[in-house]
C-alpha cells in the first residue's frame, strides 16, 4: 500500500482502526516529497521536524481516543499565502523571502485544532497574480503528468503536490480561477468556496473582494471533510459569514441524481475551445443525465466581458493592498541604509516585486486614477452586477451549471510568458465565479493525449453541499479522480 | 465613446504610474510594460460596448449582514512579536527613513 496516495477518507479510516500511524503516514509523505518534489518542484518550504512532532501528537491523541476529527493524524501542505507561526511565508515573492508570521492564519489554526499535520508550504504564481504558476520568483512547478507542462496557477504548487502525494489534500486559494484551474490541470479535485464561507483572516489578500480559501483533494468526499474543518464564521474577519455549516458529507451518499437540474451554459462552450475538452466535458454531462439529472441549456450573455470585469477589479484592488509593502514594517527593504523614505519605497518595491505583480498594479492604478476610473473601474462594477444577474437568473431555474475549467488542458512553460493577455484570457471560464458570488467544484472528468481534463460544477451562493454532492455522484460512477501520475 | 483609450497610453504615462505607486523601473522594463499595457487596456475597451444605462455598479454586502465582534479589550500582538519582522528597529521601534526634508536616517 503506497500510504501518500492514500485518501483523507481511507487514511483516516486506517488511522482510528491502527492499523497506520499519523508517524508513519507523515514519514511516507516527507519522504515522497523527497522522492518526487526535486522533479516537480511544488514546495517552498518543508517543515519535516515539526510535521513529525504533530503527527507524534497526533498518534496520541489517536491513542486516547479523542477528540477526534476526519483529518486527525493527515498530512497536508498549504498555499504560500497563508500565515503559518514561526514558518516562513512567501507568497512566492522576493519582497517576503524572509517574513516569518507570528500568528496562524484563522484555516491553519483550525486545522491544528482538528488534529491536522502541516508538512509545508506549496509555490504559486508571486501573490497569486497567475495562471501557471511561473510568476514564482523562486522556480516554476512543473506538472507532474507531463514536466514540459504548466501545472496551472496560481495555486499551481498545491494541485501539483496532491496530484503526485506529497500531501494527502492541500489548502489553495481562488481569487480568479487558482484552486480550479491547477486542480484541473494535474487531475485532482478542488473547490472555491463562495465568498465569506472561508474566513480569510492570516490570508496574504490579493484581491479583497474575491479571495477564497478552498481545499484541493483527491476527491469531492475528501473536498467535503476539509471544508467542514476551515468553514464558519470568524470574529476576525467581518466578511465571513454565520449561516451554519452543514456536515458536507452527510448529502454525498448517493449515486444517483433524480431531480437535479443542470444547466450548460452556452457561452462556455463557444469558439476557442479544445475539441478534446470540450468531447470529455459533453461526455460528462451525458454521464449526468444517465444518473437521473435532468439537463438543459442556458445562457449568461456577459460571459465574454468577465476577464475584463475581473482583471479590471482584480488590478485595482491588488494595487490598493500591495501598497503595504513599504519596506518599514516587514519585508525587504532596499537600500538598508542611508536614503529619503521615498527613495526606501521606490527601490524596494523595484526590486522585490516581480514582473507580473509590477503590471498588474500599475494597471490598477492606471484603472482608478482620474479622468479613467469612470470608464475602467466604474464601467467593470457596473457590468459585475450584470453578470451577478446572468447567474441569479440561472439559479432560478436550475441548481447546479456544468462547464469546462479550462478550455485546453494543461500548457507548455514557457508558452505564453511572453504575451501576458494570452495568459490572461487562459482564464476565461474560471473568472466568472469569483465577481458572480458563486462557488464552484472542479474535478476530473477526462484526459486529453495523457493530460487531465477538468470540469467544473458551479453551484449558486452558499451552494456548496450541492455541488459536493454532484461531484460525489460522478465519481461514485467514474474512476478518473483514481488516476495517478508518477504512481509505480 | 471612445474605443481606444488603450492608445492613451504612453511611456510618459508609464512612468507617471509606476512613480505614484512607487515603484522604479528600468527604461526597458517602461518600453515593454507600455506596449503590453496598450494591448491590455484595448481588450478592456471592450466593455464600453455593454449598455450600462441605469445599472448600478455592484456594491460588496456580505451575505445576510456584516457581522462585526463585540468591542471587547484583548491582548494584541507582542511588541517583539510585531518588531521580529521589522527590517530595522532601535529602542523597541520599528526604524523609519527621514520622511520630511532631507539629512540623515534618524
Known sequence: MDLHALTIRKASALLRSGEITSVALTQAVLDRIAAVDPAIKAYVTVCEDAALQEATAADARLQRGGPLTPLTGIPYGVKDCLSTTGVRTTCSSRI????????????ISRLREAGAVLVGKQNMDEFGMGSSCENSAFFATRNPWAFDRVPGGSSGGS???????????????????????????????????????????????????????????????????????????????????????????????????????????????????????????????????????EVREVSLPHTEHAISIYYLILTAEASSNLARFDGVRFGLSEPPEGVDIVERYLKTRGKGFGPEVKRRIMLGTFALSAGYYDAYYLRAQRVRTLLRQDFAHAFEVVDALIAPVSPTCAFKIGEKVDDPLQMYL??????????????????????????????????????????????????????????RPMAE | MSSHRGQMIDEALVKHIAFLIRLELTDAEVATFNKQLQSIVGYFDRLAEVDVEGVPPYQQVAMGRAQLREDAVAPSMAREDFLSNAPQQQDGFVRVPVVLGGGEEG
Open chain 1, 159 to 293: 494541485a501539483a503536490a496532491v496530484a503526485s502525494g506529497m500531501g494527502l489534500f492541500a489548502l489553495g486559494e481562488d481569487t480568479g480561477g487558482s484552486i480550479r484551474m491547477p486542480a484541473s490541470f494535474c487531475g485532482v479535485t478542488g473547490l472555491k468556496p463562495t465568498y465569506g464561507r472561508v474566513p480569510r483572516y492570516g490570508l496574504l489578500a490579493l484581491v479583497s473582494s474575491f479571495d477564497s480559501i478552498g481545499p484541493l483533494t483527491h476527491d469531492a468526499w475528501d473536498a467535503a471533510l476539509v471544508l467542514g474543518a476551515i468553514a464558519g464564521r470568524d470574529p476576525r474577519d467581518s466578511t465571513s459569514v454565520g449561516v451554519p455549516v452543514p456536515g458536507y458529507t452527510s448529502t454525498m451518499t448517493g449515486e444517483r441524481l433524480d431531480g437535479v437540474r443542470l444547466g450548460v451554459p452556452i457561452e462556455y462552450f463557444a469558439k476557442g475551445i479544445d475539441p478534446a475538452v470540450e468531447c470529455a466535458v459533453r461526455t460528462a454531462i451525458t454521464h449526468l443525465e444517465a444518473l437521473g439529472a
Open chain 1, 426 to 483: 487562459s482564464d476565461i471560464h474560471v473568472v466568472a465565479a469569483n465577481p458572480g458570488g458563486v462557488c464552484s467544484l472542479a474535478v476530473p472528468c477526462g484526459f486529453a493525449e495523457g493530460l487531465p481534463v477538468g470540469m467544473q460544477i458551479i453551484g449558486p451562493p452558499m451552494g456548496e453541499a450541492g455541488v459536493l454532492s454532484v461531484g460525489a455522484a460522478y465519481q461514485a460512477t467514474t474512476d478518473w479522480h483514481t488516476r
Open chain 1, 96 to 107: 517576503l523571502e524572509n517574513y516569518v508570521p507570528r500568528y496562524d492564519a484563522t484555516v
